[in-house]
């Protein structure tokens, strides 16, 4: 699930565990700030099997 914060702060919810990970650099901020709690996308991307040290 997708949403939208204000100040265009781009979230991803996994609605099961209702945890959310920012997608743009505002969302990153805001995190980084303490004005909301995320976790890293990185957490739940898979490596690239073509460039392993890449996700």
């Known amino acids: 699930m997708l949403t939208c914060r204000p100040g265009q ?3 991803v919810i996994n609605p099961s565990t209702l945890v959310q990970y920012p997608l743009n650099a505002i969302a990153e901020q805001q995190v980084a700030e303490g004005k909301t709690r995320a976790q890293p996308i990185a957490v739940i991307q898979i490596d690239n099997p073509a460039k392993p040290v890449r996700k």
């Open 9 to 11: 702060a781009l979230y």
